[in-house]
């Protein structure tokens, strides 16, 4: 027997009794706050309009496109973890209502990377303007003042480590040596001859430091960025020199230009002169810093964001990475 069904191909063959715990359960969901979230969002047409599929990896999926957009609507709103979400999930009935499943109670859910699963399937077929579009239509007849706007533009920060040049190019230089290393080891050749040891005991120190003078973060930076060149070369002439034997991956080429973008942009800087697109970081490279002249963070990371409001609802206007005005999205 399965330990997770959908309650919509279940809930027909259920005996019910005198006293029908279940039927009780479902009664007070609707009456819930949750349950008022529930019939708010039009679960079954934004799964269609998102194209997700019944099948997860060749397999019949625990939950219907309607349950997958409903799972993250619940994610959002008890903002509990993967893991405690499952959790959740498993004891909770009126999350099982919500998200539309009945879970066996002796046989738990206990694969809470489900939930990032389902997040990165919506997150590769959202399309959030007719996402938006298909809510706005919804939720129009319950609209009052849809001649009433108000407008204001957010970052939406993302989880990121304080941005500098040091840490920068050493986060390169650690992942250059470590492929390097790696593509060597295999092949049983002589690892080429490089500063990595010394940069990183000099990285090691100055990361100790309470107190960094400018002069100190110059010389580190000047050494990091011949490391970078030096390791991109030794890393291109070994690929070169036994490319029958090696087998890459995308992502090793995507990572690799991304490097080889920063090394340009961090000689730029080096030199003083202004780099337009600078990258902060080597694994979400799409990140730029966004200039709010707030008094607590004058930078943030992360997707700038136009929102406007209709009757207290907030709609994306306009998202992006790179910095814009919000002044000129108003027309």
């Known amino acids: 027997m399965r330990k997770i069904q959908k309650i919509s191909s279940l809930q027909p063959t259920i005996a019910f009794t005198e006293y029908d715990i279940f039927h009780q359960y479902s009664q007070s969901f609707y009456r819930s706050e949750l349950g008022g979230i529930y019939k708010s969002f039009p679960f079954e047409q934004l799964g269609k309009e998102l194209g997700l599929k019944n099948k997860s ?13 409903a799972l993250m609507v619940l994610k959002a709103y008890t903002s509990l973890s993967d893991r405690n979400l499952i959790g959740q999930l498993n004891a ?26 389902i ?13 938006q579009q298909l809510l706005a239509r919804h939720w129009k007849p319950y609209l009052q003042n849809t001649g009433v706007l108000m407008s204001d533009a957010t970052c939406y920060e993302s989880s990121l480590r304080f941005p500098t040049s040091v840490k920068l190019l050493w986060e390169c230089v650690d992942w250059l040596h470590g492929q390097l290393k790696g593509i060597i080891k295999p092949l049983r050749l002589r690892m080429p001859r490089n500063k990595y040891d010394k940069q990183r005991s000099r990285y090691r120190t100055y990361s100790r430091k309470r107190r960094r003078s400018s002069k100190d973060t110059r010389v580190l930076v000047r050494s990091l960025l011949h490391l970078v060149d030096k390791l991109i070369g030794q890393l291109q002439d070994t690929i070169r ?17 991304v490097i080889q973008k920063i090394l340009l942009q961090q000689t730029l800087r080096f030199e003083g002169k202004e780099v337009k697109g600078l990258i902060v970081s080597i694994d979400k490279e799409y990140i730029r810093p966004i200039v709010r002249g707030k008094e607590s963070k004058r930078v943030e990371f992360g997707a ?3 929102s406007i409001q209709v009757d207290g609802i907030n709609f994306i206007e306009h998202l992006n990475f790179e910095a814009f ?3 000129i999205r108003l027309p």
Do not use: M, T
Request: aromatic content about 10%; glycine content about 6%; some cysteine.
């Open 57 to 69: 990896r060749g397999r019949k999926s625990y939950f219907s496109p309607a349950g997958k957009v």
């Open 92 to 117: 909770n009935l009126h999350y099982q209502l919500f998200c539309g499943v009945r879970i066996h109670p002796l046989r738990p859910l206990d694969n809470f990377k489900i939930v990032s699963e």
């Open 119 to 131: 997040r990165c399937e919506i997150g590769r077929k959202l399309d959030i303007h007719k996402a």
């Open 241 to 257: 020199i036994n490319s029958q034997h090696i087998q890459l991956s995308a992502s090793f080429y995507k990572r690799f230009s």
């Open 304 to 306: 700038k964001v136009n």
């Open 325 to 327: 005005h919000e002044g």
